[in-house]
């Protein structure tokens, strides 16, 4: 099998050192990710500046390219130029992996996120995807090894499945702050759509000027469905949601015909 694996946090974060330790094994991987932080960055793409590319190495000693560019860049270039200098002009990646984020990405938040938004473009492609996250308690007390070995057993059960070339599997491991606790359940679940509750705080600066600081948890919401990936998540489970691009809603299109075109 041949891996593609990048992030949103940045090529020397820890989460995704720790998620290439815990893919060893399952093939070839080739590390395409941002030379910064690009979080929250949603699916946003670099058009007006050069992609700058360099060799770097991550935490884990293992092999990478840093891109001055988003998530989304990361994986274009990489399908569309990169792949092809490492493996060979007509080959792709079976599956592109993106993370291990630090920080959940579940509800709403998957519309924000620059880890989704990689395995996204790579859908865009027909590469099969999954973004792999995780729930953020004490981030002192993280620990990524565990982390990394629970997400290893979700992505192997993944593809031991066909895998569609245009979804993305959103991947979400809860709170690790025990090295020797269980493993837990997989919950194949679809996400909460309600709006969060962070908000601003309005600050003055030294000079008189109004500023305001974006305030919250990220992972509060105005409300948590019943079923939904944040109430699994937050009762420890690990959390598997099927995504797809297409934001058509489909239960209107008729109405909206009757009205338009009638």
Known sequence: M????????????PGISALRTGLEGMGEILVVAPASVQSAKSHG????HPLLVREAKLACGAAGLAVEGT??????????????????????????????????????NVIYSGT???????????????????HIGDPRRIAWSRAARIARGVVDRLVQHPLDAHRVMNVNI??????DAPDPQVRVVPMNTAAGRDGY??????????????????????????????EALNMRHATVTPLFH???????????????EG
Do not use: Q
């Not at 809860?174 to 090295?179: A, F, H, K, V, Y």
């Open 174 to 179: 809860p709170r690790t702050e025990r090295d």
């Open 45 to 48: 793409i670099t058009f007006h």
């Open 116 to 134: 989704v938004a990689a395995a996204i473009e790579a859908a865009f492609l027909g590469v099969p995807a999954i973004a792999v996250s995780l």
């Open 201 to 230: 705080e309005r600050r003055v600066a030294p000079d008189g000027r109004t500023y305001y600081w974006p305030c919250g948890s990220g992972m509060e919401f105005v409300h948590t469905a019943e079923g939904s990936d944040v």
């Open 71 to 108: 998530p989304a860049d990361c994986v274009k270039l990489a399908l569309r130029a990169l792949w092809a200098d490492r493996f060979g002009a007509g080959t792709r990646p079976d599956v592109v992996i993106s993370g291990m984020n630090c920080g959940a990405n579940v509800g709403i």
């Open 2 to 13: 041949r891996i593609l694996l990048t992030n949103d946090d940045g090529i020397d974060a």
């Open 246 to 260: 297409d934001l058509t809603d489909p239960s209107t299109i008729d109405a909206w015909r009757a009205r338009l």
